[in-house]
């Protein structure tokens, strides 16, 4: 029996599928209700050496905004806001409830606050109180931004 062509990947109307991940679009971002294109970084209380590394070389006028969601001790004070503004021209915010997500701003959690993207808009909660680790990283917050 002869071998049979290799078929190349098609979809249903017969076309080509495309290889490439929806990301690799730039359309393809997350994007508030207003418009912005949402970055959503989480990191953990270590992860500051990445940040530098990160904000040191994304071009501050890249029309993005960036939010930075970090495990922080509830009932401590992050340093973050003093120590970021150092390598990025960016503003960099600590989010407040209701505060209009803008391009080319870097949000931060505040301590004891879940972070989420509403209608193009910031909204903050009490984290639940549920027995065991706490994980602010939650992509269920992030519904309203994509």
Do not use: C, W
């Not at 249903?12 to 294109?37: I, Y």
């Not at 960036?66 to 021209?89: C, N, W, Y």
């Amino acid at each position: 029996m002869p071998d049979k062509p290799a078929r190349s990947a098609t979809n249903k109307k017969n076309r080509p599928r495309s290889r490439a991940s929806p990301s690799a679009s730039p359309d393809a971002s997350p994007r508030g209700e207003s418009g912005v294109r949402i970055v959503g970084i989480g990191a953990s209380a270590g992860g500051l050496e990445a940040l530098q590394q990160f904000f040191k070389s994304a071009p501050p006028d890249a029309g993005l905004a960036f939010v930075v969601v970090q495990h922080l001790d509830p009932a401590g004070h992050s340093q973050m806001p003093e120590i970021l503004p150092r390598f990025t021209k960016m503003p960099v915010i600590v989010a407040a409830g209701g505060m209009p997500v803008e391009t080319n701003h870097v949000y931060l959690n505040p301590p004891n606050r879940n972070i989420g993207i509403e209608r193009g808009r910031i909204f903050l909660r009490e984290p639940p109180q549920t027995p065991g680790a706490r994980l602010p990283v939650d992509f269920r917050e992030y519904r309203g931004s994509a």
